[in-house]
């Protein structure tokens, strides 16, 4: 099978980007053929499909009315993935994030080429205007039903009513004029049964998506022990919510804990670091994978003291696989992935004091059992096989 899988960004970006990559050579293992199709950037990959990708666009810095208008339809995204679907002819198109630089536009496009599309949705970005359902520092749904006004009024995106305006009429015209998304996609795949739920509350039908976990394959190293380290890998970022692992932290003096990940909180937590004189916490930035293997494995347990509903984060799957404990957050995704006591433990979002209750227990109970390829790479691909052939024969 040819499969064209399609992301916005093709370098290590986040847990989409993991997935992304990792499925990639999974289905390339199995036999199959893989084209990809994603915007050109300096950090990328290679590829030998780089010219087919869409040139470069950064909605962050200069703003243009030309810029405003492609980031809700790319006429260019448009074009060149019909070019490439014409010169490589796929069976299947497996989307991924899309939304602002490749625009939802591709799917039209590839409806119209007769080219059969599924999606992982990574992140809330079919229902919520800022893809987190979370502002202004709480969780947040106040858009359900299509009432994309409320991103303007409490200013979602970037704290910024045109932003936020941008994202509310994106939303509109793919959801609600278009139907961008309910007709271009035949297939959607939650990766947990929270956002599966969600959807179907926001009002799509059940039988449009399907629920599929992630995978993790990694080695486990049997010549490394574990050190008096917690460990926090991902963006420094509120809804992260690095800064209430930080809280806990102060009452473990004599536990080493560690932040990598770089984001628009590190300069305040570097202060809150120095004022406070936390010599124990460490910022590490951007961390090479195999860097952070040895790191997690090295850890009493990874913290995911997310504020924001979680939909189902790479970093929870590579560390179970590496045979290390998860102290999470208990909602969005991640009560699925933890089981308390179990395979690591969970505390209510935000509970600071909560938070170093987990903590004591992962530094002082007996060394949890693991089990290795829980969420194997094999069984993963089976059901998405499955789920693509379903696609194919109703064509």
């Known amino acids: 099978m040819k499969i064209l ?42 590829s030998p499909y780089a010219d087919y990708f869409v040139d470069h666009i950064d909605f962050r810095s200069e703003k243009t009315l030309r810029k405003g208008l492609s980031y809700i339809s790319s006429h260019e995204a448009a074009q060149k993935v019909a070019r490439l679907v014409r010169d490589t002819k796929p069976d299947i198109a497996h989307v991924h994030n899309i939304a602002h630089q490749l625009t939802p536009t591709i799917l039209t496009t590839l409806q119209s080429l007769s080219v059969p599309v599924v999606q992982t949705l990574h992140d809330y970005q079919l229902i919520c205007p800022n893809y987190q359902l979370y502002t202004q520092n709480e969780t ?44 271009g996609v035949q297939q959607f795949i939650a990766p947990s049964k929270f956002l599966f739920e969600k959807l ?21 190293r049997n010549d490394l022990t574990k050190k008096r380290q917690i460990t926090f890998i991902g963006r420094l970022t509120d809804e992260k919510g ?39 916490c460490r910022l590490i930035g951007f961390t090479a994978p195999e860097a952070l293997d040895r790191l997690v494995q090295e ?13 189902a984060p790479m970093v929870v799957y590579e560390a179970l696989a590496l045979g290390t404990p998860v102290i999470a957050s208990a909602h969005g995704g991640l009560p699925e992935l933890i089981n308390h006591g179990t395979n690591g433990w969970t505390f209510p979002p935000g509970d600071s004091r909560a938070l170093a209750d987990c903590i004591q227990q992962a530094l002082i109970s007996p060394p949890l059992h693991i089990p290795e390829n829980q969420y194997a790479k094999e069984s993963h691909l089976a059901t998405l096989l499955s789920i693509y052939e379903s696609v194919l024969t109703k064509k």
Not at 22 to 28: K, P
Not at 244 to 266: C, M, N, S, Y
Not at 299 to 311: D, F, G, K
Request: aromatic letters at 12%; a neutral charge; hydrophobic letters at 40%.
């Open 5 to 46: 899988q399609i992301n916005k960004f093709f370098y290590p970006n986040g847990g989409s980007e993991t997935y992304f990559f990792a499925l990639s050579r999974a289905l390339e293992e199995a036999g199959h053929e893989v084209v990809h199709f994603s915007m050109k950037d300096q950090r990328n990959l290679p």
């Open 200 to 220: 179907q509350q926001w009002g799509w039908k059940a039988e449009q998506v399907t629920h599929l976990p992630h995978f993790a394959q990694k080695a486990r």
């Open 140 to 183: 947040c749904e106040r858009c359900m039903r299509h009432r994309y006004w409320n991103a303007v009024t409490h200013r979602c995106v970037q704290d910024s009513v045109v932003a936020s305006a941008l994202a509310a009429l994106e939303m509109t015209y793919h959801n609600v004029l278009k139907h961008s998304y309910e007709r």
């Open 299 to 311: 850890s009493m347990a990874v913290v995911v003291p997310s504020l924001w509903y979680e939909n």
């Open 242 to 280: 690095a800064h209430i692992l930080l809280e806990a932290a102060r009452h473990f003096r004599d536990v080493e804990f560690v932040f990598a990940g770089e984001g628009e909180q590190r300069a305040r937590l570097e202060q809150i670091i120095n004022t406070e004189r936390l010599e124990h």
